[in-house]
């Protein structure tokens, strides 16, 4: 039978093509499996980005997306992509530090961001990733913003977990000429765009680094509009901008059609948007061109089977929606300017899906099957357990961790649990599962609630409750909600975004 096997596809050719065809089969899954035990043998490198105030929507692999992203697009197609990733605020640094920490941003002590003279900083008593990751003998390094406290040596990102940090203490400010402290020494980077030098600095490091496991979070200050009015700009109302840029970056969109926002957002103040969208995502296109000369570097070095590569932004963006911009301080973006509620004056504080929604991307070629989509909703939390699982750690070698490890995840199984998740913002506190968020305001006194299984837009609060569904729904959630209050000892108080500043 076997000769006659032989015999017959001898006679059609195909015999030397189908052994080949085997022996590569043999092949694939030897490397899969292979590089899964190399993988829990030596621990991979971690490259996490973070960038600052990018919506979900600016990805192009977004279904209402405009965005121009062909190498994020690529990263998720060899890695997996989380549909429903939220952050666990919805400002700078409280959702940073709760990334940076795994817990909640009324532990961390950052429940807003931090006013560049504001003299607090990150809860010392809390490990950070990098921190653990360093001890665990990795080379860490920050490259960009940190946000997190600047008044205190003990603040410093050198003090809490990066042997390396070339960056800014502070904010970030600009799109163009950032001054940059680079391992401890100032410097301006006079007419170089920011994206660029910090994509630089970070690829200088990796080259350093060779042969020895190195994380390094790369946290670019795009799609952040810059602050204050570059010279040569005359802006009209408080509006931003995004430029300069380069030439590369905003040409895609010079005349190109903006479409309007979804849900459409009325009396929109359209040529607003639309500036304010073509310069956004000029910048988002100038992030993912840079991700791309750091990805090609991996390849260059034949470091990427063994990096974790992270795409991710601190926090998310409003950008029409609602007839809003900006974040979870939102600002009003239509020609009426004004709440229509008129219990937020001027800024309309929210936790809004578009302010707490997130992209987030990874690839991890011995470990992340290519093509993955996720779509159970994962938080920032889940990074620090999953990053002590990819170092041979355990997840549960750090107490208190708020989120849980992604692993399972990567390996195309889904975790059990219901999918709720819990935010704070300022005064604002939320808890949103599948079908239903609950936001509650402890300045305004009151709530809002949101059937996000046919009202996804978050466009009808149905509060006060006119039926038995919504009020049920009502007590559940604020039962929940006061229960996780409790839990980590959050009352709600009430703090004030800083004085005198707009983050
Ligand atoms: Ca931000």
Known sequence: MKQTLQSWL???????????????????????????????????????????????WALASESTSQALTPRLDRLAREG????????????????????????????TGLLDFIADNGRNGMSLALSTWPGVL???????????????????????????GYDFFSGYPIGGKTSQSPSVEVEGVWKTFAGEFTTEVLTDLAMDYVRRLRGRPFAISLHYWAPHANQGVPPGFKLPYDDRTWLPMKDEDIAPWRDQPIRAPEPPAPQLDVPRYERIMREYLASVHGVDRNVGRLLDLLD???LARDTIVVFTSDNGYLLGQHGLWH??????????????????????????????????????PARIRPGTVVREPVSHLDWFPTLLDAAGKGSGSVAELRGRSLMPVFAGKSRDGDGTLFFQYVHLRGLRTPDWKLVRDFKAGRDELYDLRHDPGELTNLLPARDERAASAHRNLLDQLERRMREIGDRGEISTPSAGTKE
């Not at 089969?25 to 829990?40: E, M, P, Y």
Request: aromatic share 10%; net charge positive; proline share 5%.
């Open 80 to 107: 997996v992509v989380f549909r429903q990733a939220f952050c666990a605020s919805a400002i700078c640094s409280a959702a940073r530090a709760a990334l940076i920490t795994g817990r909640y941003p009324s532990e």
């Open 134 to 160: 360093r001890e665990a003998g990795y080379a860490t390094a920050l490259v960009g913003k940190w946000h997190l406290g600047h008044a205190r040596q003990e603040y410093l990102p050198t003090a809490r």
């Open 10 to 56: 001898r006679v059609l050719g195909v015999e030397r093509l189908l052994l080949r065809v085997l022996l590569g089969a043999c092949v694939v899954a030897f490397n899969f499996s292979g590089a899964a035990t190399a993988a829990t043998a030596a621990p991979p490198n971690v490259i996490f980005i973070v960038t600052d105030d990018q919506g979900p």
């Open 300 to 302: 260059e070095l034949g």
């Open 327 to 364: 974040k979870g301080s939102g600002w009003w973006l239509t020609t009426d300017r004004r709440d229509p509620a008129q219990l937020h004056g001027a800024t309309r504080f929210n936790l809004y899906d578009e302010s707490i929604r997130v992209p987030m991307l990874a690839r991890w």
